[in-house]
C-alpha cells in the first residue's frame, strides 16, 4: 500500500512540475493575492476529478473518442492565445502590488475552470497516463496510487499558490510585474502552439 501510494505521489509531482499554463496561473494569482484559495481549490478539485477518472478506467473511453480531445486542443489553445496576448498588453502597463482593479472572484473562477478542463494535455497526463500506471498497480494498490497522486496535486498547487506570497516583496515593483506578464504570455502561447501542433 504504502510503495504504491508513494509511486503514485512521486510520478503525480513528476508530471504537474513541468511549467504551464496551469501553474503559470496559480503563480500569479499567488503573488497578487487574488482569490488564490479558489484557484488553489478547483486545480486540486479538478486535478483529483481527473486522476479518479483515470483510475476507473475513462482512460479507454476517451481513447475510442479521439475527437473529444481534439475539441479540448482546439478551443484550449484559443483561450491561451487570448489569456497569452492579454498578459503581454498587461505588460505595456504594468501595476504593483495592491495597485490596479482587483479581478472578481467568479472571472478568476472561470479562468482557473478553463485553463483546468479546456488543456488536453491535463487528460493526457491524469486520465490516460496516471490512469494506466495506476491500473498497473493491481485492484487495490491502484486505488492507493490514485491517493498518492491526489496528494502530489494538493501539496504542489497548496506550494505555488500560498508560497508565492513570499515573493511578493520582489513584486513591489512594476518592472518586476512587467517581466512576469510576458513570461505568462510567452507561456501561454508557447503551450497554445504547441497545443494546435499536436
Known sequence: MLSALLTGLFTGLSLIVAIGAQNAFVLRQ??????IGTVILICIAGDVLLITAGVAGVGAVIQSHPAVLTVCRWLGAAYLVWFGI??????????????????????????????????????????????NIANQQGTTARWWFAVGACLGSIAWFTVIGYGARYAARWMSRPGTWRVLDVLVGLTMLTVALLLVLG
Open 30 to 35: 499567488g503573488l497578487s493575492r487574488e482569490h
Open 86 to 131: 492579454r498578459s503581454l498588453l498587461a505588460a505595456r502597463h504594468p501595476s504593483t502590488l495592491g495597485t490596479g482593479t482587483p479581478a472578481a472572484r467568479g472571472s478568476v473562477a472561470v479562468v482557473a475552470l478553463t485553463i483546468t478542463f479546456l488543456n488536453p494535455h491535463v487528460y493526457l497526463d491524469t486520465v490516460l497516463m496516471l490512469g
